[in-house]
T-cell receptor, first 113, second 111 residues
Framework: ETGVTQTPRHLVMGMTNKKSLKCEQH?????MYWYKQSAKKPLELMFVYNFKEQTENNSVPSRFSPECPNSSHLFLHLHTLQPEDSALYLC????????????FGQGTRLTVV | DQQVKQNSPSLSVQEGRISILNCDYT??????FLWYKKYPAEGPTFLIS?????DKNEDGRFTVFLNKSAKHLSLHIVPSQPGDSAVYFC??????????FGAGTRLTVKP
């Protein structure tokens, strides 16, 4: 138990569906992240929120839309995804975004059919 | 642009022997390095870190070595145990920048 909880753990969705991934942290951290892990590829940073403000968007397609309503919750809204978006999506949090250890959730295994 | 590289996708060692996992980076601005361990169906968990002002950091069976001139770091596990079998990710960060990860090395420790 890392203090970062992601739901759902598994998700299968069609290309025309709209779904959301949820992340919640109980660590009092002020930075939250979405990462994507595809097979045999490095973890890819997608979005960073620091004090609820988005500070980085690594050229992620607009079919991925993040939302950070408060410093404890982070969402990733998904719509019209492609099969190549199938991956493990990991949420993480840290105390500040610079040179600090990040705590990861267990991830959501997403399959787009 | 892959700034952190783990060129060995897998490594197999015998229980009790030393495991050495390697990581190379290209960005000379990186000043903090971390190793994460990941079991199946779980998120990565922090293992050990090192600042660029040091060349070695030790925590029990785990030691991280940093060679700044070669832009190389390594994680040594000794003695290796079957429970160490997992995927190990190297990560690096720079001031005003967020963490970049390598692709991971799958370590298998055989009894």
């Amino acid at each position: 138990e890392t203090g970062v909880t992601q739901t759902p753990r598994h998700l299968v969705m069609g290309m025309t569906n709209k779904k959301s991934l949820k992340c919640e942290q109980h660590l009092g951290h002020n930075a939250m992240y979405w990462y994507k892990q595809s097979a045999k590829k490095p973890l890819e940073l997608m979005f960073v929120y620091n004090f609820k403000e988005q500070t980085e968007n690594n050229s992620v397609p607009s079919r991925f839309s993040p939302e950070c309503p408060n410093s404890s919750h982070l969402f990733l809204h998904l719509h019209t995804l492609q099969p190549e978006d199938s991956a493990l999506y990991l949420c993480a949090s840290s105390q500040g975004s610079l040179n600090t250890e990040a705590f990861f959730g267990q991830g959501t295994r997403l399959t787009v059919v | 642009d892959q700034q952190v590289k783990q060129n060995s996708p897998s490594l197999s060692v015998q229980e009790g022997r030393i495991s050495i996992l390697n990581c190379d980076y290209t960005n000379s601005m990186f000043d903090y390095f971390l190793w994460y361990k990941k079991y199946p169906a779980e998120g990565p968990t922090f293992l050990i870190s090192i600042s660029s002002i040091k060349d070695k950091n030790e925590d029990g069976r785990f030691t991280v070595f940093l060679n700044k001139s070669a832009k190389h770091l390594s994680l040594h596990i000794v003695p290796s145990q079957p429970g160490d079998s997992a995927v190990y990710f190297c990560a690096a960060s720079a001031k005003n920048n967020d963490m970049r990860f390598g692709a991971g090395t799958r370590l298998t420790v055989k009894p």
